[in-house]
């Protein structure tokens, strides 16, 4: 692929924080369901993770309404993507999935990734996938192949079985792969996320961005499919309340913070986070490192939220 590094080739999301209607019903589904493992709970908080990794955190908005998933709502969160380690962990989580009578998923095979999708009790968008060995990707001047094509579970689910390991939840290794969202204009999207925050375009169409840092896929995707020209969601509506891009050095987020500033990005220190808001509202934290505790996500999931 052509170098176009804009972007500290180590930079990553990391960490993101949803508004739910009722904690204990999507601990249930998180736990149950999906796989994650409860690290704490204090009151109407929640963080859960893998391998003792934190990745979600949860925030009771008591009576929330439920995110308008795939229908035209408001920009914020498309979905999530939760990236597993192998294939054999990914048709695992299927087997367990389909074991616990939950419907079959969305799927697609996007050539450099095999995905399935659901959705949580509040609306939020999910993808869990995992991702083919990068010298398999292909580039054509600079931007990435994907495809949309049926996902082959009977040999996913066959390959998990003949592994003969049980599922015990989701494994050491799983992590936020990317987010993708839902904005309200791509040029604008363009403009914020490539030219002031700096990530490379790997993907481009009218209706959809996709860009990343390191000659990945994607680390953030984005569309106006449900939501051009839309307003942002509202704060009595589940969602997202923040997500985070982790920098691998100080130095590599100062370049970032200084294309902020000289675009007049407004945005706040915040314990060690640094806290702004795209053009619709969509909150992120500029932070070096990973949260890799839960003690250090906690103290970011009570100070860091504009929204």
Do not use: C
Request: hydrophobic content about 40%; overall charge negative.
């Amino acid at each position: 692929m052509e170098n176009t590094t804009t972007i500290d080739p180590e930079t990553r999301v990391g960490l993101l924080s949803l508004r739910v209607a009722d904690l204990d019903r999507s601990l249930a589904f998180y736990t149950e369901s999906f796989g994650f493992t409860l690290l704490r709970r204090d009151g109407g908080r929640a963080a859960l993770g893998a391998g003792g990794i934190p990745i979600l955190l949860l925030t009771q908005e008591t009576g929330a309404r439920p995110f308008p998933h795939d229908q035209y709502g408001y920009t914020g969160l498309y979905h999530f993507a939760v990236l597993v380690p192998s294939r054999t962990d990914l048709g695992r989580w299927l087997a367990h999935w389909l074991g616990s009578g939950q419907p079959l998923p969305g799927m697609g095979d996007h050539l450099v990734s095999e995905a399935l999708y659901i959705t949580d009790p509040d609306g939020n968008g999910i993808e869990i996938y995992r991702d083919r060995p990068r010298d398999t990707w292909k580039w054509v001047n600079g931007r990435v192949q994907m495809a949309t094509d049926p996902v082959d579970i009977r040999g996913m689910l066959a390959e998990a079985q003949s592994s003969g390991q049980p599922w015990t939840g989701l494994p050491a290794g799983t992590r936020l792969g990317h987010m993708h969202l839902q904005v309200g204009d791509i040029n604008q999207a363009v403009e914020f996320y490539h030219g002031v925050v700096g990530f490379d375009i790997v993907a481009q169409m009218p209706t959809a961005l996709f860009v990343s840092a390191g000659g990945y896929h994607h680390h953030i995707g984005m569309n106006i499919w449900h939501s051009k020209g839309a307003d942002p969601t509202p704060k009595d509506v589940a969602g997202l309340r923040f997500f985070t891009i982790d920098f691998g050095s100080e130095a590599a987020r100062a370049e970032t913070l200084s294309r902020l500033e000289a675009a007049g990005v407004p945005f706040t220190r915040s314990g060690a986070g640094i806290v702004l808001q795209d053009p619709w509202h969509t909150t992120i934290v500029l932070q070096v490192g990973t949260a890799s505790d839960v003690e250090t996500a906690a103290e970011l999931d009570t100070v860091s939220v504009i929204a």
